[in-house]
Nanobody, 124 residues
Framework: QVQLVESGGGSAQAGGSLRLSCAAL????????MGWFRQAPGEEREGVAL???????IYADSVKGRFSISQDNAKNTVYLQMNSLKPEDTAMYYC??????????????????WGQGTQVTVSS
Protein backbone atom coordinates (compact mmCIF):
# COMPACT_ATOMS: atom_id res chain seq x y z
CA GLN A 1 0.00 0.00 0.00
CA VAL A 2 1.56 3.27 -1.12
CA GLN A 3 1.32 6.20 1.26
CA LEU A 4 2.35 9.79 0.62
CA VAL A 5 3.39 11.59 3.77
CA GLU A 6 3.59 15.37 3.52
CA SER A 7 5.32 17.85 5.78
CA GLY A 8 6.06 21.54 5.71
CA GLY A 9 3.65 24.26 4.76
CA GLY A 10 2.26 26.81 7.19
CA SER A 11 2.06 30.58 7.02
CA ALA A 12 4.30 33.16 5.40
CA GLN A 13 4.17 36.78 4.39
CA ALA A 14 4.18 37.84 0.77
CA GLY A 15 7.69 37.59 -0.59
CA GLY A 16 8.61 34.89 1.89
CA SER A 17 9.48 31.23 1.43
CA LEU A 18 8.21 27.85 2.49
CA ARG A 19 9.30 24.30 1.76
CA LEU A 20 7.11 21.24 1.36
CA SER A 21 8.25 17.61 1.52
CA CYS A 22 6.52 14.44 0.42
CA ALA A 23 7.81 10.97 1.22
CA ALA A 24 6.45 7.96 -0.67
CA LEU A 25 6.20 4.90 1.58
CA UNK A 26 5.64 1.34 0.40
CA UNK A 27 6.67 2.21 -3.12
CA UNK A 28 8.90 -0.03 -5.25
CA UNK A 29 8.10 0.98 -8.84
CA UNK A 30 10.99 2.08 -11.02
CA UNK A 31 8.72 4.48 -12.85
CA UNK A 32 6.99 7.45 -11.40
CA UNK A 33 5.95 11.02 -11.62
CA MET A 34 5.48 12.84 -8.33
CA GLY A 35 4.65 16.37 -7.45
CA TRP A 36 2.18 18.87 -6.12
CA PHE A 37 -1.30 20.07 -6.85
CA ARG A 38 -3.12 22.79 -4.94
CA GLN A 39 -6.72 23.71 -4.29
CA ALA A 40 -8.04 27.01 -3.02
CA PRO A 41 -11.56 27.27 -1.56
CA GLY A 42 -14.14 27.19 -4.30
CA GLU A 43 -11.54 26.43 -6.96
CA GLU A 44 -10.56 23.38 -8.96
CA ARG A 45 -7.48 21.42 -7.94
CA GLU A 46 -4.63 22.55 -10.18
CA GLY A 47 -1.15 21.28 -10.94
CA VAL A 48 1.78 23.19 -9.49
CA ALA A 49 5.00 21.28 -10.14
CA LEU A 50 5.89 17.72 -11.12
CA UNK A 51 9.09 15.70 -11.41
CA UNK A 52 9.80 12.29 -12.93
CA UNK A 53 12.37 9.75 -11.84
CA UNK A 54 14.92 11.06 -14.35
CA UNK A 55 14.56 14.61 -13.08
CA UNK A 56 12.32 15.98 -15.80
CA UNK A 57 10.12 18.76 -14.44
CA ILE A 58 6.92 20.58 -15.32
CA TYR A 59 5.72 23.79 -13.70
CA ALA A 60 2.50 25.73 -13.84
CA ASP A 61 3.01 29.11 -15.50
CA SER A 62 1.89 30.85 -12.32
CA VAL A 63 4.84 29.47 -10.31
CA LYS A 64 7.65 29.41 -12.87
CA GLY A 65 10.73 31.19 -11.61
CA ARG A 66 9.43 31.15 -8.02
CA PHE A 67 8.94 27.48 -7.13
CA SER A 68 11.45 24.69 -7.54
CA ILE A 69 10.78 20.96 -7.30
CA SER A 70 13.53 18.47 -6.48
CA GLN A 71 13.88 14.91 -5.28
CA ASP A 72 15.99 12.51 -3.28
CA ASN A 73 15.61 9.17 -5.05
CA ALA A 74 17.25 7.27 -2.21
CA LYS A 75 14.60 8.56 0.18
CA ASN A 76 11.68 8.46 -2.28
CA THR A 77 11.09 12.06 -1.27
CA VAL A 78 10.10 15.07 -3.32
CA TYR A 79 10.56 18.67 -2.20
CA LEU A 80 8.87 21.88 -3.27
CA GLN A 81 10.78 25.06 -2.49
CA MET A 82 8.43 28.01 -2.71
CA ASN A 83 10.01 31.45 -2.93
CA SER A 84 8.60 34.92 -3.57
CA LEU A 85 5.26 33.75 -2.25
CA LYS A 86 2.12 35.64 -3.19
CA PRO A 87 -1.28 35.75 -1.47
CA GLU A 88 -2.72 33.90 -4.48
CA ASP A 89 -0.50 30.94 -3.60
CA THR A 90 -2.72 30.37 -0.57
CA ALA A 91 -4.27 26.90 -0.90
CA MET A 92 -4.24 23.35 0.35
CA TYR A 93 -1.28 21.65 -1.29
CA TYR A 94 -1.51 17.97 -2.12
CA CYS A 95 1.30 15.60 -2.97
CA UNK A 96 0.46 13.21 -5.79
CA UNK A 97 2.10 10.20 -7.41
CA UNK A 98 1.61 8.44 -10.73
CA UNK A 99 3.47 5.11 -10.48
CA UNK A 100 2.69 3.87 -13.99
CA UNK A 101 4.57 6.34 -16.16
CA UNK A 102 8.18 7.48 -16.26
CA UNK A 103 7.15 10.89 -17.52
CA UNK A 104 4.81 13.53 -16.15
CA UNK A 105 1.40 14.70 -17.28
CA UNK A 106 -0.03 17.66 -15.42
CA UNK A 107 -3.45 16.07 -15.43
CA UNK A 108 -5.10 15.40 -12.10
CA UNK A 109 -6.88 12.24 -13.26
CA UNK A 110 -3.71 10.24 -13.99
CA UNK A 111 -2.55 10.41 -10.38
CA UNK A 112 -3.69 7.45 -8.29
CA UNK A 113 -2.06 8.33 -5.00
CA TRP A 114 -2.57 11.47 -2.95
CA GLY A 115 -1.33 12.86 0.32
CA GLN A 116 -3.60 14.22 3.01
CA GLY A 117 -2.85 17.83 2.09
CA THR A 118 -0.97 20.59 3.85
CA GLN A 119 -2.17 24.17 4.15
CA VAL A 120 -0.13 27.08 2.80
CA THR A 121 -1.31 30.56 3.74
CA VAL A 122 0.36 33.70 2.41
CA SER A 123 -0.58 37.05 3.88
CA SER A 124 -0.09 40.39 2.16
Amino acid sequence: QVQLVESGGGSAQAGGSLRLSCAALGYTSRRYCMGWFRQAPGEEREGVALIDRDGGTIYADSVKGRFSISQDNAKNTVYLQMNSLKPEDTAMYYCAADLFRNYCLMTRTVFDYWGQGTQVTVSS
